[in-house]
């Protein structure tokens, strides 16, 4: 029954986007209509997708298809329900926001179709989580890869997205080609073209390693892990602001729903495959937001953002395979718990991030740093929402992202202390990667609000900037309040993340005592302070500092004396970034224009600020002759840290 | 009995920090051969600050006002969850540490967040300085706690710091003494003391942590400086904890952890006056030393 409502939603979704495909992006009435459409479908599928999730339903339907070897066969279980709450939800706020974001009367040209493929990008998300059949699968994966493409390169005019779009496409068959060898091995060992558990085989069998593989590499590309996330930044920091939204919050998603399904299928995987994944997560986590805080590019920035989160998910998804090699029940439900959860946060918060962005790019047609500042004082909501967005990418309290982190460190305290014997340095060295991980992405979040809406305006753009509409603001204020609502109620979500980590462990927790995630992870302790730390701020900015204020004077920025500091004067965004972006400067390349100065009295020139490009560029070689050549001894020994850490833990592997 | 270990923790956590600061600038005077300003001086400063008015630059807005109250509320609530030698952390449970660490990054994302708001290159500076260093203190601050967690078998800030007689003394001091020599350059990093940062220098060029300040006045200043003596507590009390066993010590241990706290002080002004400020381009090596301190004694304990 719900799976019934569950499909017209998705249906309606769909339909969405029918009305102004026929009758043209000119009527008012047909925009009407669809988002009527679209707005009902995403809130019929959010009450259907939590009610399904909270009441452990099971179901499954099965329909004849023509297409030989295949069924039309769906299914619904509180994983699946788990991966549609944020579909339905971002596509919704998504609907509401481009209604001020990208009108007719703007985007003539791409109007139509980019409302068509909006619809169609949701409901084939929502198929490729319902799917049961691994044609079907297939076939909506490609339904979903193709709307994106479409989505992406809505403003085909221009040289950049045309570029963009085309690698993502490459990328995303080059990913759809290794999960059709996913599949056809899968059905060679459990005898179906399905979802289906796999036999528990020899450790040696080289197809479940090989099945493992496959997927990591097919729902890698597509969730932008480390050395195969080339394609994301271009394609998300290009497309409209809302597509880049549900992009980043949403469809990434869909590869670690693939990761986590098809890992789920396996009944004792290796320890080896967690330590994999671990370290591939700490590696996207640590490079992704590396790269972001050298980015100087809004969206880009955000999209390098995206890489680290899906690191820090990987993280969580590796902690719960290890618990499941060793049959360490806790282990697997803080780490698939901490994944779980982070997968809604990352849905929050990103999204909030890329619908602020928007509003910049709307009010000042530009996503570099250094053309911003000062726009907290033309833009005062858009400023506070994306504060409390970037407050919570930066995983501190009392918002959402640190309770999925804090559950994520506690899994990897756990596998560090109870396991002895030496091995497990591998797994613990997460830990204080994440930390580094944390501080980075704090020093990079402190970059983007500091340099984009504090201080004073760079230039005449950022000058003129205006609020938002209301049709902008009300999505991103929805977001804010559900970030801040999981950081202080996590206990509110807690039954969510069971219902969907007890789907993927297979058995259900013992209730009402040890195993539920609430008898594990601090989630009440953690609510009661961040309650008291946000009860505490809020009291002190209305109550306390409008008494303690005795403004005796206002004055220009003291600045040491400077007599006219101007605006141009402030720390720019690459220079901020400076001094942790330029030991990764043989990575990204940055290129930057400075003018010539010759003689006594040197012409203007041109000055164009640092920008950077993505990883893969030139060969290996003198990366890897670099990362040693270099005669520092501390880098030295922390790689030598690393590597007897390493050496440890592969001792481990075959006792 | 609770109510009065409770009052006693919170008197220690919001009154005892500035005396801190006495102390190091007593021993940097005597180390001068000075007289030096009384014991009692940082409070009488602090007094004047919040006592003044307040003149803010036309570039700010209210995050300026608003971040460092908030930031010395979160600051006090991380203090609220290390135990103070003998006496318990009013707020404990398990994974603690975790949130005591991202408090401190709360503070530090506010007070960079401000600096950034008043448009000045020098405050600018500072807070880019701030948040990149940061990043290799928290790595340092997390091996150390991964050590203390294996030693104890805890999760919890307060069994950590206690329960290192579960294993043998021997096998434990190694790793123990590693990680306190990473979490004392910490202490000397994070509380902008030499050889990191200059309190007394007005070369803003140089400055990290006072640089981002600079145009905070009156009670906004005293705010802050108040924040700041109470996170140079904090990490002293975190690093005593390490070093001195209170669980063995029984109910005479709260005049050990304050004579302790005191000693700590008096070293850090030793420090400063034996030693120059390293150069700014020095500073992320002596931070990646503090972390491989803690690192290798990481390797230690899992042996």
């Given amino acids: 029954m719900i799976l019934l409502v569950l499909e017209a939603a998705a249906a309606l979704a769909l339909l969405s986007g029918v009305p102004v495909l026929l009758s043209g992006a000119g009527s008012i009435h047909a925009r009407a209509f669809g988002r009527v459409l679209g707005l009902l479908g995403s809130t019929t599928g959010l009450v259907a997708s939590m009610w399904s999730l909270c009441s452990h339903n099971h179901s499954r339907q099965d329909f004849a298809w023509s297409l030989p070897g295949a069924s039309l066969s769906l299914g619904l279980d509180p994983l ?52 049961r059949h691994g044609v079907l699968f297939l076939f909506a994966w490609e339904l979903m890869a193709l709307s994106a493409y479409f989505l992406i390169s809505t403003e085909d005019q221009l040289e950049e997205v045309r570029e963009a779009g085309w690698v993502y496409l490459v990328a995303t068959h080059v990913g759809t080609l290794s999960l059709f060898g996913m599949f056809a091995l899968m059905k060679t060992l459990s005898g179906a073209l399905e ?41 998300h920091a290009n497309a409209p602001s809302h597509v880049s939204a549900i992009l980043s919050g949403v469809m990434l998603k869909m590869g670690v729903y693939g990761l986590v399904r098809t890992l789920s299928l396996f009944p004792d995987p290796p320890v080896a495959w967690g330590a994999i994944l671990l370290v591939l997560g700490a590696a996207s986590g640590f490079l992704g937001i590396w790269l972001a805080m050298a980015n100087q590019d809004l969206k880009r920035l955000l999209a390098y953002s995206s890489v680290e989160n899906v690191g820090i998910l990987l993280m969580g998804l590796g902690l719960a395979v290890i618990g499941r090699a060793l049959g360490r029940e806790d282990l697997q439900v803080l780490g698939m718990g901490g994944c779980l959860l982070h997968v809604w946060n990352h849905a929050l918060f990103k999204p909030l991030l890329f619908f602020g962005a928007g509003s910049v790019l709307h ?115 929805i977001l804010a309040a559900c970030c801040l609502a999981v950081g202080v109620l996590p206990v509110g979500v807690a039954p969510f993340l069971e219902a969907a980590t007890e789907c993927w462990i297979g058995e259900t927790l013992v209730a009402n005592g040890e195993g539920t995630l609430g008898a594990i992870a601090p989630l009440r302790d953690i609510g009661l302070l961040s309650g008291a730390l946000a009860i505490g701020i809020a009291s002190v900015s209305l109550l306390l500092l409008p008494r303690m204020k005795k403004v005796v004077g206002r004055q220009m920025t003291w600045d040491c004396g400077y007599s006219s500091p101007g605006p141009r004067m402030q720390y720019s965004a690459s220079s901020f970034a400076r001094i942790l972006a330029k030991p990764l400067e043989w990575v990204s390349h940055p290129t930057s224009a400075f003018p010539r100065l010759v003689g006594l009295f040197p012409e203007k020139g041109p000055f164009k600020p640092q920008e950077s ?43 | 009995m609770r109510a009065a270990e409770f009052a006693i923790h919170l008197l220690l956590l919001l009154a005892f920090p500035p005396i801190l600061l006495g102390v190091i600038n007593k021993t940097k005077a005597a180390f001068a051969g000075r007289v030096g300003a009384p014991l009692l001086q940082p409070y009488h400063d602090l007094l004047k600050l919040f006592r003044k ?112 007689e579960e294993v043998e003394w021997g096998i434990a001091a190694a790793p123990l003494l590693l990680i306190s020599a990473g979490l004392f350059i910490v202490v000397l990093a994070e509380n902008c003391r030499v050889p990191f940062d200059d309190p007394n220098t007005h070369l803003e060029l140089t400055m990290i942590h006072e640089v981002m300040v600079l145009d905070h006045g009156g009670p906004l200043l005293g705010l802050i400086l108040y924040g700041a003596a109470i996170k140079l507590y904090i990490l002293g009390a975190l690093l005593v904890q390490v070093l001195i066993p209170f669980d063995n010590i029984g109910p005479g241990g709260a005049p050990v952890f304050v004579a302790g706290l005191l000693g700590l002080a008096v070293a850090i002004g030793v420090v400063e006056s034996i030693m120059a400020r390293l150069q700014l381009r020095h500073i992320p090596y002596l931070l990646t030393a503090a972390t491989l301190f803690c690192a290798f004694g990481f390797l230690l304990v899992t042996r």
């Fill in chain 1, 195 to 235: 979802w289906h558990p796999l036999p528990t085989g020899a450790p040696e069998d080289w197809r479940l390693f090989a099945v493992f593989l496959l997927g990591l590499v097919g729902f890698g590309i597509k969730a932008g892990i480390m050395p195969l996330h080339f394609w994301l930044p271009g394609a």
């Fill in chain 2, 53 to 164: 008015g307040l003149v803010l630059s036309e570039t700010t807005t209210w995050v300026f006002t608003l971040a460092p109250a908030a930031a010395l509320l979160a600051v006090i609530l991380a203090g609220m969850l290390l135990p103070a030698g003998p006496l318990d952390a009013p707020i404990r449970f398990t994974g603690d540490m975790i949130l005591f660490v991202y408090l401190l990054g709360l503070a530090r994302f506010l007070i960079a967040t401000a600096a950034l708001d008043t448009g000045s290159s020098f405050e600018g500076m500072g807070a880019a300085r701030e948040v990149s260093f940061a990043c290799l203190a928290e790595g340092a601050v997390l091996f150390a706690f991964l050590v203390l967690a294996k030693n104890s078998g805890a999760l919890a800030l307060s069994s950590m710091l206690r329960g290192v």
């Fill in chain 1, 613 to 655: 490009r993505s990883f893969p560029e030139g060969g290996l070689q003198p990366y890897l002759t670099r990362l040693v050549e270099h005669g520092r001894l501390q880098l030295n020994l922390a790689l030598f840290v690393l590597i007897l850490g390493i050496l440890l833990f592969l001792g481990r592997l075959d006792p």
């Fill in chain 1, 363 to 477: 009010a000042t047609h530009s996503r570099q740093l250094d053309v911003l500042g000062g726009l907290s004082r033309r833009m005062p909501l858009t400023a506070a929402l994306f504060l409390i967005g970037a407050l919570s990418i930066s995983a501190l309290p009392p918002l959402n992202g640190f309770v999925s982190e804090l559950l994520i460190y506690q899994g990897l305290f756990r596998a560090s202390q109870a396991l002895d014997g030496g091995g497990w340095a591998g797994a613990a060295l997460s830990a204080p990667i994440l930390a580094m991980i944390g501080a980075l992405a704090a020093a990079c979040f402190v970059k983007v609000s500091g340099v984009a809406f504090l201080g004073a305006p760079r230039t005449p753009r950022a000058e003129a900037a205006r609020e938002s509409p209301g049709s902008m603001l009300a999505p991103m204020g």
């Fill in chain 1, 80 to 131: 699946s329900a788990f991966f549609l709450v944020p579909i339905f939800l971002i596509g919704g706020l998504g609907t509401l926001y481009q209604a001020g974001y990208w009108t007719p009367s703007i985007h003539p040209r791409n109007y139509r179709r980019h409302c068509f493929c909006w619809g169609l990008l949701q409901a084939s998300m929502a198929l490729v989580v319902i799917a």
